[in-house]
């Protein structure tokens, strides 16, 4: 465009000259633009009326059908022209004008809100451009009036998607709409007043799904990777925008049902199925058992990163379980359907116990750390890494096995340096000392524990246990050292360590790690985490994680147990900081879950035969301490001698205080097989040994 311009130099008009020589003065600038604006609106007026002359001519024509023949035609081919009312539909393209007309301005409007272009090799979503509205509304108008019976077909064949049941599904574009060019409501999986929720959706094998997004969760404890979990076989991933669609041909199938009604999604590989999607929120979900089915409903709306649940129950209350009676209401977690609540808040005599515990803490702190420091330092040793055991008199002859079975097995050297006892009492102090085992003891921290076992799991001496142990895997977390926790009632068979300082392993991402407990329950939800072998990573996250621990005591007290309210706070920390858990294979962690459950008689087998070698064995899952010597003596994992049982070894200790002789008194070099019951896991030589069953129901069926 040839632009002309008035020069302005200094404030003086430019002048030129005509050819007569004169000179004369151009018009003012405002002027000519005027002018300008004034002709450009008159073409364009006259442009625009012309075009609506010519369209309502053609409208004229394309409206009118000839009709063949009859004799009272009027005109020379005896056509009667009929013209067609102002809203039509055309039975033969199964449209009408004003249907097609909808479509094509709705088809526009999503094409625009969710193009996809490639530039560069790279995908890109969502750009607002420019596009050839003709040549879409035509795409249209033919998938209308059924397409092309030929080639088109042929080629949609031949780029036609497969679905996960083996058919060929419909082919998107970036936008959402199928290859049949239909985008109405009816076709969608989902209406599209939820699009930002759920746009698609697909299906995932869940084995492969938790392969991929390792979250910690453990699998169910008596299923392996190819066994089934009826009715949870499989992940239902939904899709919150087109640019979180799969771009391996399977989108269409995503959005979009198949012209032959088939409403199950396509399934994929998680890769593939999550290969754009910019995030991923994930909910684990549990029908609890009872008569009535669980629903989930997920609401668009600012995020929260916890589940709220609410059941049929008594408002007044909710203590009275499921009642169908009762509209839903609001609950905690810990609430189950039979009224009873695992996560109750704890009384404000816990409180008060706790605020004492914490005071004792806080005054012995500066103390403590000064003596305790030193130990650390030298059971850590090149890898950072101490062995914590917590241990009073009564259960001193667990510890008494632990450490002969270790010697006996190999891991003599390891135990000897890495392992620091916490004796709660003066008894168990001598025993550790004799056994040349680095100890810590502080007469005034441990002052109210007892120095008897637990009669029963959950009582008073078992819960002032379970407080000890909070505190002291905290203590050597905060002063810096990564921590193997363990129970005394274990077994190693090969050394645990390599496997958590294994660098190659998928396990070294995690900051902390535990045994799988078992239990499926409310109160253990969702990791299922036993704190009686676990591996904490230091580091920022698992410092604050048992911080919170202590500060927590209250909890530990009024559940009787710091399983459950450590449980509790590894989902919390997970979400709140990112903190990495992760619950261990049962198969190459195995403890009591396996051994009394009938359905792990072959892992249980598997292991006493020798045809699998797991990390250890613990024997959790015990009413007593009488029932883990029982089954660690036939399981041919007793390696104490009688004279050390039952606080025995304090005896022994004293004696040998002078001699040094305490291991030659207490620990046998082979293992003391003794069998007592014929349906718990066993050695092959009580095989053939008359003995009696103890679980109800067995009728005297052998393990074996």
């Not at 939904?238 to 399934?267: C, F, K, Q």
């Amino acid at each position: 465009m040839t632009m002309i311009a008035a020069r302005v130099n200094n404030g003086a008009t430019s002048h030129r000259r005509g050819k007569s020589g004169t000179t004369s003065t151009s018009p003012p600038r405002f002027l000519r633009t005027l002018l300008a604006v004034l002709t450009l609106l008159l073409v364009s007026f006259a442009s625009f009326y012309v075009g609506v002359l010519t369209g309502m001519h053609l409208s004229n024509n394309e409206n009118n059908d000839p009709v063949g023949g009859g004799d009272d035609g009027g005109g020379e081919g005896g056509d009667v022209i009929i013209p067609r009312p102002k809203y039509y539909y055309d039975e033969g393209a199964g449209v009408s004008n004003v249907d097609f007309d909808r479509r094509v301005s709705e088809e526009v409007e999503r094409r625009l809100a969710s193009m996809t272009t490639v530039h560069d090799g790279r995908r890109i979503r969502g750009r607002k451009e420019t596009m050839a509205v003709v040549a879409m509304a035509d795409a249209i108008k033919e998938d209308d009036r059924g397409g092309d019976e030929g080639e088109e077909r042929e080629e949609d064949e031949e780029d036609g998607v497969m679905n996960g049941d083996g058919r060929k599904g419909d082919v998107v574009d970036r936008g959402g709409r199928g290859r049949d060019g239909v985008d109405d409501e009816s076709r969608r999986r989902f209406p599209s007043t939820i699009s930002k929720i759920a746009t698609g959706a697909s299906l995932i094998r869940k084995n492969d799904f938790l392969s991929l997004f390792d979250y910690g969760i453990p699998r169910p404890p008596s299923k392996r990777l190819d066994e089934s979990d009826p009715g949870k076989d499989e992940v239902l991933l939904l899709y919150g925008g087109t640019r979180s669609l799969p771009d391996n041909g399977s989108d269409a199938a995503t959005v979009y049902v198949d012209g032959g009604g088939e409403r199950i999604p396509p399934r994929m590989s998680a890769a593939d199925a999550t290969r754009n999607c910019g995030g991923l929120n994930v909910i684990y979900v549990e029908s609890q058992d009872s008569e009535f089915d669980l629903c989930t409903a997920i609401v668009g709306n600012f995020e929260s990163y916890h589940v709220q649940r609410w059941m049929r129950t008594d408002p007044d209350d909710p203590n009275s379980g499921l009642d169908a009676a009762f509209p839903l209401t609001p609950v905690g977690r810990g609430l189950q359907t039979n009224g009873q609540d695992k996560f109750s808040a704890p009384e404000d005599k816990y409180a008060l116990r706790n605020q004492a515990l914490l005071e004792t803490y806080f005054v012995r702190l500066g103390g403590t750390i000064d003596k305790l420091g030193p130990m650390a330092e030298a059971c850590a040793g090149n890898d950072n890494t101490v062995i914590v055991m917590v241990c009073n008199t009564g259960q001193s002859d667990l510890l008494i096995n632990f450490i002969c079975s270790a010697r006996s097995r190999g891991f003599g050297d390891i135990v000897n340096q890495k392992v620091l006892v916490f004796a709660t009492d003066e008894g168990v102090l001598k025993i550790a000392r004799g056994l040349g085992l680095n100890t810590f003891y502080d007469e005034v921290i441990f002052k109210d524990m007892p120095e008897r076992e637990a009669r029963v799991y959950g009582d008073q001496a078992f819960t002032q246990m379970m407080y000890a142990k909070v505190v002291t895997v905290q203590l050597i977390n905060r002063i810096g050292y990564d921590v193997l926790f363990q129970d005394v009632d274990l077994v190693w068979y090969k050394n645990p360590l390599t496997f958590f300082h294994d660098k190659t392993s998928p396990m070294y991402a995690f900051d902390i790690l535990f045994q799988d407990d078992g239990a499926r329950t409310t109160r253990y939800a969702p990791y299922s985490a036993n704190t009686g072998f676990y591996y904490v990573r230091n580091n920022d996250k698992t410092k604050f994680l048992f911080r919170s621990l202590l500060f927590l005591g209250d909890m530990v007290l009024s559940m009787t147990s710091h399983q459950q309210a450590l449980g509790a706070l590894l989902d919390e920390h997970s979400s709140l900081t990112g903190l990495r858990v992760k619950t261990l294979s049962a198969y190459d962690f195995p403890g009591g879950y396996h051994y009394h459950r009938k359905k792990e008689i072959p892992v249980m087998k598997d292991i006493v035969k020798g045809n699998h070698v797991p990390y250890l064995f613990h024997m959790s899952w015990t009413t007593n301490r009488e029932n883990k010597l029982v089954f660690l003596k036939q399981m041919g994992l007793w390696y104490t001698k009688k004279e050390c049982e039952s606080g025995g070894g304090v005896k022994v200790a004293e004696e040998a205080n002078d001699t040094g002789g305490f291991d030659l008194a207490c620990c046998s070099a082979e293992p003391l097989i003794t069998c007592y019951y014929r349906d718990k896991p066993s050695v092959e030589e009580c095989k053939h040994v008359k003995v009696p069953s103890i679980d109800r129901g067995q009728k005297g069926k052998s393990f074996w």
